[in-house]
Structure formats: C-alpha cells, structure tokens
C-alpha cells in the first residue's frame, strides 16, 4: 500500500535547501556514508526540477525521497518477496497522506470526509484477503491484480476503483538502492541495480 503523498508528514514544508536537505538525511539515516549521500542527491534523486522526476521542487524532492526510502520502496520488496500473493493499492484519495486510509479500512459508520462506498468496498477486498488470500470474489468490485500479473495493483478513489500504474524504470533502481542496504557503503555506485529487479557487486571504477 502507498498513499500518493506519502512523504508529505515526515518532511518540513518551508523552503529547502541543498543543506536542508543533506542534514534531513543524515538525521534520519545515522550512520549513513558521504559518499552514499552524494549517490542519493546527486543521481537519484538531484535537484532537477524541469519535469523529468517526480518532483518540481525542493520540498516535493525531499517528499518523494521520504516517501519511497521509508514506505514505497519497502512495499516493493515485500511485493517482489510474496509476488503472487501480494496485492498492491495506492490511496489517492486527498491530500494522499500516510495513515489516512485507515479510517476506510477500520470504518464504522458516517465519518466526516469518508466516502462509505470506497470505505466499505476496501473493507470487503481486504475482508476477503483475510479469508481466502486473494482480494477477489464474485461480487462487482473491479478485479485487483497480484503483483505477478503487471506489477500495478489498483487505484483507490473516491470516484471510484481502477487501475494502478507500475514503477516506472527509474523508481525501481531507486527502490532496489534503498532495499540494499548500500547507504552504509563508502562505494554504492558499486551496487549495480537494474531496472529489471536484478543487481551485481563489482569492484572497481564502474
């Protein structure tokens, strides 16, 4: 599960600096290696902000760098783990944040900016997870794909159920980085990770 602003709590809001932003990360990563934070701020997630990257500021930079390291990218490697018995969603109901879907997974009744019909359609998914391992049943809810079968999972709106979208290439290299433990290498270019789910340690220049 990701909600679509995951990071959006954890992070500060006022204006970011290139040195807010490496202090945020060695606070929240003891121990994490310089040349590990160069890795991180300049190749996977750089202060580019002209569209290219899911980020056009220096606050939705730290947003979207937060929200994978902690909560996305752990999801993915909990995916690539269970694969056929892994289901995916995303909460895209606004503002998108962390914990906010819990008040439709446990909901009980009229709650105020609670769509009953989305809350109640979770409950039945998951309900049925619980039961017999697949979200799926005969009722009319829209089929949800395992992560076998695309990768995408399902979208959850308070328009309604569809589809969801797959990483993309250059978020699944950013995931395979966080899931590697590599932030405590002096070297983690030397952590060769591909788009494809695959990785190789090599030793030296790259």
């Known amino acids: ?30 121990g994490i290696s310089s040349a590990a934070l160069d890795y991180v701020t300049t190749t996977l997630y750089p202060a580019k902000y002209d569209g290219s990257l899911p980020y056009t500021t220096a606050v939705e930079r730290l947003q979207v760098t937060v929200a994978e390291s ?7 490697g909990a995916d690539r783990a269970y694969n056929t018995s892994a289901y995916d969603y995303t909460f895209a109901v606004p503002p998108g944040l962390h914990f906010q879907d819990t008040k439709y997974t446990f909901y009980n009744g009229p709650f105020p900016n609670v769509s009953e019909t989305l809350a109640e359609d979770m409950q039945t998914y998951f309900t049925r997870f619980a039961d017999k391992g697949s979200p799926n049943s005969d009722s009319a809810l829209p089929y949800w794909p395992s992560f076998a079968e695309g990768e995408a999972g399902v979208l959850l709106k308070n328009e ?4 969801g979208s797959k990483l993309d290439a250059a978020a699944v290299v950013r995931c ?10 002096e070297n983690p270019a030397s952590s060769v990770h591909h788009s494809d789910g695959s990785s190789k340690h090599v030793t030296g220049p790259l």
């Open 1 to 30: 599960m990701a909600p679509t602003h995951g990071g959006r709590l954890f992070t500060n809001q006022s204006a970011m600096t290139e040195a807010d932003y490496d202090a945020y990360m060695r606070e929240s990563y003891p």
């Open 160 to 163: 309604g159920i569809s589809n």
């Open 70 to 76: 902690l909560f996305n990218c752990h999801c993915y």
């Open 176 to 185: 395979l980085f966080w899931l590697s433990g590599d932030i405590f290498l």
